[in-house]
Structure formats: C-alpha cells, structure tokens
C-alpha cells in the first residue's frame, strides 16, 4: 500500500545532494569461501519481506510517496566484484560511499566484494538512511544473519507488489494527524525534497576517504574497569584521539569540536529496535594532551546521562531480535536532521558478543560508515560483533593515521590501569 513520504523522511532524503551523497554503507566481513550470487539472492527474497521498504520506491512530483516497486528484481540490486589490483579496500569504499543511489528504484544496493586483502571476502550494502526508522521498517542486514549457522534452502516466498498509486493531497491528509499541519507542510515543500528549504546547497563536490580499525572488546571493558568508567566512555576517547589525528594530520587548527553522539533512550519497546535514538551532543577534548585526561573529561561530561534511567543498556541492545546494529546506525544518522550545527558524528552501537552467521559463513567484522554531511567533517560508526569493536571514518580529509591514533590510545590507557 502507498505510504506518503513523511515530513522527516522528506528531511532525509533533501540531505542527499549530487554534489554531497548521503547514504550509508554497512560492510559484513565473512569466512570462509565467498557465498555464490545466487545463494545470497535466495536469502534475501526469503527474509525481505520483514524490510518491506527494501521493495519500495519514492514516486511522484511535490507530494512523494513509498510505493511497491513492480519492477522489482533482486538481481538488479546486488552484483559481484573482484577488489581490482592495486585498488585499496578504503578507496573502493570511498568510490562507493560518493556514488549515488537510483532514485528510480529502492534506495538499496549490494555488493559481493571478492580477493579482499588475506583471502578474505564480504557483503557491502548501501541504503540510504530514509528507509529505516526503527519502528515499521528495519535494515534488510537485520535480518540476513543468524545466531547458528543456517543452510541456504528452500523456495522464496511469492510476493505481489500492491497496485495502489501514489496518494496526492488527499492522501497527504489522511494519513496525518493534524491536516492543518499537512497543509502547512505542503506549502513549504516538506511532501517532497525540499533540497532549498532544510539546507544550504552545497555546490562544489569535496572528496570523502575512508579507514577502519579493529580493538578487542575485552581490552576496552578493562580500561573502563580500571578508570571506573563506562565502556561508552572508553570508545568516545579512542574516537576522539582518532579525530585529533586527523586534525593534526590534516594541518588543521587543533581545536574541541561539537560532536553528535546519538544515545538510545527508552521507549517502553514501541519500536522495532525497543528504543528510540536520541541526538546527544558533546565537545570533545581533543586539545587536552594526555590520554588519560581525554578520558577523565569525557567521563565527566557523559557521567549525568549515564545516571539517566532512560538510557537503554548496551546488554539489551545487544539481546534485541536480529542483528540490530545496521537498522540503529541508520536511526543515529538520522539525528543529524535536528539539532545544533556539529563537526563530528560518532555512533555507538553495540552488537551481539557471540558469532552471527550469514548462511553458513561466519561473520567476522561489521564496518558501519556514514557518508559526512552540512558541516561535518568527519563521521565514525562504531560496531561491535563477537568481541571485537570496529571504528569506521569518513572524512573529508586523508585519515593516513586514523588507525594508528585510535590503536595507540588504547593503549596507553591500557598501560594506565595495569
């Protein structure tokens, strides 16, 4: 059924512009041999039917809507790839992430990338924030992987794509509470893109780059222990120094920048993910010299939310249905629609301890980026998975020692607490 484009959808999808794509980009490193196209296209028509945006696309002038794509074929939407020689895995990243999604078909697309450094392979999947609040619609990787390894079989469901057109006005105002409010709505252009009314335009295309860096997870729950903090205020350091590298790196003035942090907050479990994701925002202390003051101060400025009993512990995130964290990267970034302007973004979200399988390959790595938007300068998803915790950057600038920065913090805060 036809679905109007609501006002914070429209917010959304302004934001992704040609000459400033915003999307996201969730990359799944497995074992073992890579999955055949035809393997993972049979577990994707089995399980998209619980991420039913996945099949929808925008349709439309003004006044857009969510409507089933009749054309839709899975195969149009995933493709396999060699890395080419020669090419880095964070330059094909950084192409990826630059690249824009069709807008005449559902905002997704997926690639199995092959002959990665060690033998390895994965499953990159693009999509654009818009598709996923949280609540009716979820990330299509939140439901791919499983707690035991499954074989591939059966038949894929039949599906139908409903015939219903896009909704006009009427529509519009049916499906809203307050028709006063639609109507006000309309008339600034919030039941389309309105690209000139929710931002600057931004004209001039800016190279984005891309680095990862693993930590075991045990190591940072030690340091938390040891500085009588939490874990979340051990990650926010590590992303910190990391940030103060690329400032250093970049021969930018060393400075505190704003950082959104989005945290979930309860919502008495009326979402899908059993929470909502609020925008938090803090200056990090990249100017302080030391490590341990880094951390101390973030401990200090996070210590009254942590108190907070609406705060969803990371153990009940991490105990939700599926594989959370691709759908709760999606509703952080979409905190950047409201709020106050901000350089960094760093979303924290945790993921399951134990091992996750897609099919019978078993997942090892989950690398969330997000593309950089308005005045960010630089965004880090952060993403646990079996015991190891992954920092993922975008910037708008080389992050040639982003990896090393964050490593080396953890580890003088590992000597501190020894």
């Not at 996945?54 to 002038?61: D, P, S």
């Not at 490593?407 to 003088?412: F, H, R, S, T």
Request: aromatic share 4%; glycine share 8%.
């Amino acid at each position: 059924m036809a679905a109007p484009v609501t006002r914070a959808e429209a917010l959304l999808l302004a934001r992704d512009q040609p000459a400033q794509r915003w999307h996201q980009l969730s990359l799944l490193v497995l074992d073992g041999p890579p999955l055949p196209a035809s393997e993972i296209t049979r577990l994707i028509g089995q399980r998209i039917g619980y991420a039913p945006r996945f099949r929808q696309k925008l349709a439309g002038t003004g006044l857009q809507s969510w409507i089933d794509d009749r054309g839709f074929n899975l195969a149009g939407h995933l493709r396999t790839t060699a890395l080419p020689a020669g090419t880095t895995i964070e330059s094909w990243l950084a192409g990826q992430l630059a690249s824009p999604l069709d807008r005449l078909h559902p905002l997704w697309d997926a690639t199995i990338l092959t002959d990665l450094p060690g033998g390895a392979w994965a499953l990159s999947v693009r999509a654009h924030p818009a598709l996923i609040d949280g609540a009716d619609n979820v990330h299509l990787l939140h439901e791919l992987l499983d707690e035991q390894p499954t074989p591939i079989a059966g038949e894929v469901p039949d599906w139908q794509p409903s015939s219903d057109d896009a909704p006009g006005l009427s529509g519009l105002l049916r499906n809203l509470n307050d028709p006063l409010q639609a109507l006000q709505d309309v008339a600034a252009g919030l039941g389309g893109l309105a690209e000139y009314g929710v931002r600057q335009v931004t004209t001039a295309p800016a190279a984005r780059q891309v680095a990862a860096v693993e930590c075991p997870l045990a190591e940072l729950k030690k340091v938390a222990k040891g500085a009588s903090c939490a874990v979340h205020d051990v990650i926010v350091a590590l992303a910190t120094a990391g940030v103060r590298g690329w400032q250093i790196a970049n021969d930018r003035l060393l400075h505190d920048p704003v950082a959104l942090i989005p945290l979930a907050v309860g919502d008495d479990g009326t979402s899908a993910l059993g929470c909502l994701v609020a925008p938090q925002f803090m200056q990090l202390p990249a100017t302080t010299i030391t490590a341990a003051e880094r951390l101390t101060a973030i401990a200090t400025l996070t210590q009254a939310r942590i108190d907070s009993d609406r705060l969803v512990p990371a153990a009940e995130l991490t105990e939700l249905a599926g594989f959370p964290p691709p759908s709760t990267h999606a509703v952080a970034a979409a905190t950047v629609s409201g709020g106050r302007p901000h350089e960094v973004l760093i979303a924290n979200v945790p993921g399951p301890s134990t091992p996750r399988w897609l099919g019978e390959r078993r997942a090892r790595a989950l690398h969330a980026f997000a593309s950089t938007i308005d005045e960010q300068a630089i965004t880090i998803g952060v993403s646990s998975l079996d015991g190891r915790v992954s920092f993922a950057a975008n910037a708008v600038g080389p992050l040639p020692t982003f990896a090393r920065d964050v490593a080396d913090e953890l580890g003088v805060l590992l000597r501190g607490v020894r």
